[in-house]
């Protein structure tokens, strides 16, 4: 008989190389500017300990939250939707993995699609984003009023 495979749904890690160096990635991540290229619409972040951010998305949501544990570099770690969310930074050769860690997702039906599967696609298409701005310069996001209004279009 085949072993019953669990699947895990309180967290979920994702993981990409990026050209450049863990510096670069975790401004790409902390500061506001560099977050608005292929993040966000608009932000703030207090970059301490126990600092407060606020993330817009260009179809209005916005996401208030406080920041958990910085480590210049190579840590950013703060809650985000109703859980935590903490990347990391380390140099690999001439390119910086990103790992991305989404945990203490609540338990429950509603939890698994509403949070779970919605954020880890989010964060996939972020993450995609991300490497297409960094390498190509094409922001991938979509921008036009009329599909934002319409909800074809999430990010």
């Not at 863990?22 to 966000?40: G, N, V």
């Not at 998305?57 to 910085?70: F, P, Q, T, Y």
């Not at 480590?71 to 770690?77: K, P």
């Not at 860690?101 to 954020?119: L, N, W």
Request: charged share 30%.
């Amino acid at each position: 008989m085949a072993k019953k495979f669990k699947y895990n749904w309180k967290e979920f890690t994702l993981r990409a190389a990026y050209k450049g160096t863990p510096e670069m990635l975790f401004k790409m991540w902390t500061d506001p500017k560099q977050l608005c290229k292929w993040f966000l619409t608009d932000a703030a972040v207090e970059l301490k300990k126990g600092g407060k951010y606020m993330f817009k998305w260009a179809i209005g949501a916005v996401e208030n939250g406080k920041v958990l544990d910085v480590r210049r570099n190579s840590l950013f770690r703060f809650t985000f939707a109703g859980c935590k969310v903490e990347v990391k930074f380390s140099k690999a050769g001439k390119e910086c993995i990103v790992t991305l860690r989404q945990y203490d997702i609540p338990a429950g039906e509603k939890f698994k699609v509403g949070t779970h599967m919605s954020c880890q696609l989010g964060w996939t298409f972020f993450f995609t984003n991300l490497k297409s701005v960094l390498e190509t310069r094409t922001d991938l996001r979509e921008f036009d009023q009329k599909h934002l209004k319409e909800g074809t279009v999430f990010y």
